[in-house]
Every structure is written in C-alpha cells, then in structure tokens.
C-alpha cells in the first residue's frame, strides 16, 4: 500500500474541553459550609445541659466570655474576652476580631441577648468571604427549606407477593409472611427468566 502523500492534520481544538461555564456563585464559598459552620457557632456560645424527657442536649446559659465577647465595643474588649475563652474558640474567633467588631457595630444587632449570640453566630459564618448579611440570609434560607421538610420517614416498605409455599397477600420485611422466603433482588428473581 503506498504512503499517503500529505500529513494528517492535528486539531488545534481539543475534544474534552470540559464546560466553559463557571460555576454560580461566589468561587471558593459552599452555602453548607456556612449553615454548618454556624451551627456550630451558636453550640460554642452557650453552656448545654442534658433536657431527660426529650433525652437531648438543650440551652442552658452563655458562657462568660461569650456575654463579655457580645458586650465588647473595642477591638482590644473583643481580645480580652476571647482570652477567658478556650482554646477552640480562641483558635476559632481571634483571626475575625475586626469581622466581629463590624457585627457588633450593626444597626441590626439585636438587643436581647439570648437572639444576640444567634445573630453573631450567622454573621461570622461566611468568614467575611461574602458580607455577614448574605451569610445571615444563606443561614435563615438552609433552616425554612428544614422546617418545610417532612418530619415523618418510611418505617417499613411492603410488597404483594405470591409465594410458591400457597401464601398471597403483601409481604413483610422484603419476605413472604409464612415461609419467610426473601424477595430477590434481582429483576430475573422477580419476573423470572427472559421471556425474550
């Protein structure tokens, strides 16, 4: 066979660009890394104690430092305070000192206290990488789509089954109610071999 005269040509555009889209959004901030981060803010403000009827941790009061953090106007006020704190919260809330500062200084800022630690806790979520109030709005957006959940879930599922020790009627625990023979998984199991 003889050689082809001319060079194939190489594409200069490759095939898998990948989409040229960006993402929407700011780039580098995660909508749950923010509720999650200010969940957990508002469990580092407050002393928890155990609720024995409902059998789950409940609010019980704010820390000290957490009272003093809240009631600080200074920057030098909002270090001392984190200085009685602990570690984590130290290691946590001393980098966002000036963010912390901005919060308190809001016109928004609510004046009783038990709403105060909520308000700064939503705030100082987004790190200052989006504005405390669009880190509030992401917080109170995540919770209203929670509450609009359902509370309920599935407890069991059930199918009607025709066993082949005689037993008709619906099955219990993906197994028939005499025999406890299992349903199969597999489409073949349950429709029998091809019939095509």
Same mark, same amino acid.
């Given at each position: 066979m003889?050689?082809?005269?001319?060079?194939p040509?190489?594409?200069?555009?490759?095939l898998?660009? $990948?989409s040229?889209k960006?993402r929407?959004g700011?780039?580098?901030?995660?909508?749950?890394e923010i509720v999650?981060?200010?969940?957990?803010?508002?469990?580092m403000?407050w002393?928890?104690?155990?609720?024995?009827?409902?059998?789950?941790?409940?609010?019980?009061k704010?820390?000290?430092?957490?009272?003093?953090l809240?009631?600080?106007?200074?920057?030098d006020a909002?270090?001392?305070?984190?200085?009685?704190?602990?570690?984590?919260?130290?290691?946590e809330?001393?980098p966002?000192?000036p963010?912390i500062?901005?919060?308190?200084?809001?016109?928004?800022?609510?004046?009783?206290?038990?709403n105060?630690?909520?308000?700064?806790?939503d705030?100082?979520a =987004?790190y200052? +990488?989006?504005?405390p109030?669009?880190s509030?709005?992401?917080?109170?957006k995540h919770?209203?789509i929670?509450?609009?959940?359902?509370p309920y879930?599935?407890?069991?599922?059930?199918?009607?089954?025709?066993?082949?020790?005689?037993?008709? =009627?619906?099955?219990r625990?993906?197994?028939?109610?005499?025999c406890?023979a299992?349903?199969?998984?597999?489409?073949? $199991?349950l429709?029998?071999p +091809?019939?095509?």
């Open positions: 003889p050689r082809r005269k001319t060079a040509k190489i594409s200069k555009v490759p898998d660009t $990948g040229t960006a929407r700011r780039p580098g901030v995660h909508q749950s999650g981060r200010a969940q957990n803010y508002r469990r403000f002393d928890r104690r155990l609720n024995k009827k409902k059998k789950e941790w409940v609010r019980d704010p820390y000290e430092w957490a009272v003093a809240v009631s600080a106007k200074t920057e909002i270090g001392h305070a984190l200085d009685s704190a602990p570690s984590y919260a130290q290691n809330f001393k966002l000192i963010l500062l901005r919060v308190l200084r809001e016109r928004e800022f609510p004046r009783r206290q038990e105060q630690f909520d308000f700064l806790a705030s100082l =987004g200052g +990488r989006v504005s109030r669009r509030r709005d992401i917080c109170t919770r209203a929670e509450r609009a959940k359902s879930k599935i407890l069991r599922r059930e199918f009607y089954v025709e066993c082949s020790c005689g037993y008709k =009627g619906p099955a625990n993906d197994a028939c109610r005499k406890r299992e349903i199969p998984m597999s489409l073949e $199991g429709f029998g +091809r019939l095509f």
